[in-house]
């Protein structure tokens, strides 16, 4: 069995690991909570520097409890 993740779904991965809320990237990206639902479903599409926002604070957060997903790994 091949999987493979679109780099939104790949972005949603990292996002539920980092316990990164829906609320918390809406506000950083300036969209609303169902905009970026709705991004991450791949029903819409986020303007291009609104998504390079959405993918940095993705990046560049801290998983909740004090290690960044990149460190763990």
């Known amino acids: 069995m ?5 780099p939104r779904q790949i ?8 316990k990164i809320k829906l609320k918390d990237i809406a506000n ?5 909570i169902q905009m970026i639902s ?4 791949e029903r819409t599409n ?7 926002i959405y993918r ?7 998983k909740k409890g004090g290690t960044s997903f990149e460190q763990a790994n």
């Open 11 to 18: 972005f949603r991965i990292i996002r539920t690991h980092k």
């Open 56 to 62: 940095a604070y993705i990046r560049n957060s801290v």
């Open 2 to 6: 091949d999987l493979e993740f679109s």
């Open 38 to 41: 709705m991004y991450e479903n």
């Open 46 to 52: 986020l303007h291009m520097e609104k998504e390079k």
């Open 28 to 32: 950083a990206v300036g969209v609303s």
